[in-house]
């Protein structure tokens, strides 16, 4: 796959919480190969991810990849008690699943998802959606924290992007 020359002068972390192995070095090679040079976190239970982002709420990741069915649990309570945080609410949450069951995308999306991906069977379709997932969300988008941190007297402190 072809690198991007997209780069940000601090890389935030992803975060990509998923228990099974083949899936998560899959994941992981998706993103190198897309170009997205982000430090990668991982948590394979939702008791591990729940530890690492209240140890890391002054330094959150700029994005969570969220699989749905853990050893522990779903990852659906997780979003919950994502959204219901003070500090975690604003983080971006990618649900990456194998479930393409109509009701569980939309329980996510009305637990506050910020995007819903159903893991493609082929290992081409799987690299490409997730690389070009992890470059919009790690590259692209324009974290929350570096728009609450820019002031500006004519926008109540925020950055406007037109």
Request: hydrophobic residues 40%; negative net charge; charged residues 25%.
């Amino acid at each position: 796959m072809m690198k991007t020359g997209i780069t940000r002068q601090t890389l935030g972390k992803i975060l990509i919480v998923e228990d099974n192995e083949d899936h998560l070095a899959l994941t992981v090679e998706a993103l190198e190969d897309a170009g997205v040079g982000n430090p990668i976190r991982t948590a394979g239970t939702l008791g591990e991810a729940r530890a690492y982002l209240l140890e890391q709420a002054d330094d959150l990741p700029c994005v969570v990849l969220l699989d749905v069915r853990l050893p522990d649990g779903s990852g659906m309570d997780l979003l919950r008690e994502i959204r219901q945080h003070a500090l975690l609410r604003v983080l971006p949450v990618v649900v990456l699943t194998s479930s393409d069951n109509t009701p569980d995308i939309r329980r996510a999306y009305q637990l506050g998802a910020n995007s819903y991906l159903v893991k493609p069977i082929s290992f081409e379709d799987f690299h490409r959606k997730v690389g070009q997932a992890g470059l919009y969300w790690a590259l692209l988008n324009e974290p929350y924290g570096l728009v609450a941190e820019d002031r500006s007297s004519d926008t109540g402190g925020y950055r406007v992007h037109v």
